[in-house]
């Protein structure tokens, strides 16, 4: 009977109605060996989980690229500056609706404190993703409601002061600049970026503004992005090259992670953190919050998938979800990792292949080890590199 169940499942997750499979996956024991394809019967253990915030206004530094554009009135209201827009608070909460079906079986659906570690960068919008998510993940069963009319509970998150969040490398670390700039320079990007010379031309002409760096021609494409999602439209000169920002969005996202010192600046901390709380656990210590959450940004997502042996140059969407899973062969006892990503906020995820492992879905805890041991950073070797002023 569960059998054939089983199998009506998986026809419609063939089928791609994978919303329907979330939704009844919760009820279902071992349900994640059905989502997974290729990691059957392993025992999920302990998720991280990094995520972008969901769709936002623009900020101020962005509308500084298109200075020549008239002034749009009330764009920002009633969310203010580079804020989360409704749309961005539907898409928490589709990510917790993701989290809540993903991690079931490793958090109960009481929220207990001991089972789960929040943080977020020190920024509006992620602190209010998270909470949308929260609210998805924990609606109050009879023993937590304290409001009969309000199907809502407080979670608390945590938050390190910017200064000294390493989740925020790409304001905190003129060393991780200096590599990125060197990155320019080198030869091999140099080549990629010439094509768009004349594209670099045009903008700064159509914008009046300085657009000289991939990473420029980034920030109008986010300008444009967070226009759109409160109304305005990009001008037609924008939409005629708007294929062509987007390949130097791409060249910007392979520069960014372009070799391990970068990748370990900008994720080797977390990865630490990873290793030491995984490391923790095997030898017993079971204990710890099982699932971790890290509200953040979209660099964050592309950083810590660099990490983890599975980026590909891209742009991470409003809501996207990476996920490191820690699992065991109950058989064999051997523990081993499986990355999934849900690639924007609502999306279902997916296995992601680790390269340089044997077994790409389900990566041998020692040979992860061995092969993210070069991206590895401890908290204060970060801070003697990154704050050298302070130290
Ligand atoms: C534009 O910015 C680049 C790099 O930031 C700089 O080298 C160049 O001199 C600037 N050009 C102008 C016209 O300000
Ligand atoms: C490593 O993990 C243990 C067990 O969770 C924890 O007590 C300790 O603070 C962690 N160390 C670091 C440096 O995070
Ligand atoms: C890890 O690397 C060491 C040294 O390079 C090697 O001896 C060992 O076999 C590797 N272990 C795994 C599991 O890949």
Redesign the pocket.
Known sequence: MNFVFIIALTTVAVFGQDQYLKKYAAGLDNNLDLLDQGIPNTELLMSFVVFRHGDRTPDEEELKKYPMDQKYENIFFPYGTKSLTNKGKQRGYLVGEYLRGRYDGIISKLYLPNEISVRTTDYARTKMTVLTALSAMYPPLPAQKWNPFLSWQPIPYSTLPSADDDLLYYYNCPRYHDLRKQVYNSPEIQKKFKPYEGLLKLL?IKTGA????PE?VFYLDNLFQTLANVGVKPPKWAVEVMSKIKEVTKIEYGSEFHNNEMIKLASGVLLADVLNATRALINGDRDQPKLRLYSAHENNVAAFMAAINVFKPHQPKYGSTISLELRKRPLTDQYGFTAVYASEGGSPGVVLPIAGCEEESFCDYNAFVNLTQHVVLSRSDYKNVCFPSIR
């Open positions: 700064t300085n657009i000289s760096t420029d």
